[in-house]
């Protein structure tokens, strides 16, 4: 009978769940782990901190995916700040303020 | 090289009026202080038009003009902010919609997806940028603001506390609920992964 190599596996399987489940004790929960992400974009983070988000990232895919969603949204909005502009000819200037500024620039080069 | 020479003012309202009046809009999402950001900005660089280096083109040195009037402008009316306005903002604990009682998220429901064409051909996509108007809307304005502020402008922390009158924590904060707001509107209406 060959038990061994099925047993092997087992017993991996079985450490590196309790492995898992003892780091996801071990940090923080989702909830702040998003929190502290959003955070680390805007400040450095404590040692620490930074250690905790990234063992909580080695049992949790979905953090690691909002984090790096967040810096997805982040870069698209750096690399293409006039996309967010309207660019319909509506998200324009009005024809009133079009001809008040007019008004405007005009009285003042005259003077 | 010859440095570029401005071109006559009566023709700026027309090269770069809409322009200026977009960009102004994005930040202060009002369109009468955007209108007014847009004339002030006219004025000054009429006023100013003897220093033009010629070292950019018109339009950066216009915009570089209006940016600035924009960072006046929140400070102006940083006084005016009432204070509860911004607490309201910060209050409270992130209502735990996506997650379990132990802080977790709710697997089959909430937890974060796997964005197909993310992260290059969505940006190409003007649908993509039309979602993100709409979700950034849907924020409330200071929140808004002080979002774009920081990612679309780059300001620094400080100044943005300084513009908004808000504590670091306090934008950290709403710098948070903003980004999970954009992030979940963005699931949902962009790459329709979840109902509404």
Known sequence: ?111 | MAPEALSDPQGWLDLHGDYLYRFALLRTREASIAEEMVQETFLAALQARGRFAGQSTERSWLVGILKHKIVDHFRKVAREIPTDDIERLCAGEDADGPFDQDGHWKLDQTAPLDWPDHPGAAVERKQFWDVLKRCLGELPPRMAQAFTLCEVDEVSTEDICEMLKMTPNNLWVVLHRARKHLRGCLEVHHFGLRVA
């Open chain 1, 1 to 111: 009978m060959q038990v061994g190599p099925t047993q092997d596996v087992k017993g991996l399987k079985l450490r590196i769940g309790m492995i898992a489940g003892w780091l996801i004790k071990m940090t923080p929960p989702c909830n702040r782990i998003v929190k502290l992400v959003s955070e680390g974009m805007d400040h450095p983070l404590p040692l620490g901190t930074r250690v905790k988000i990234r063992l909580h990232f080695l049992v949790c895919k979905w953090c690691e995916r909002y984090k790096q969603q967040l810096v997805f949204i982040r870069s698209a909005m750096h690399q293409h700040p006039d996309k967010l502009m309207g660019q319909e000819p509506s998200a324009g200037l009005s024809a009133e303020a079009r001809e008040r500024l007019k008004q405007v620039l005009r009285q003042r080069q005259a003077q």
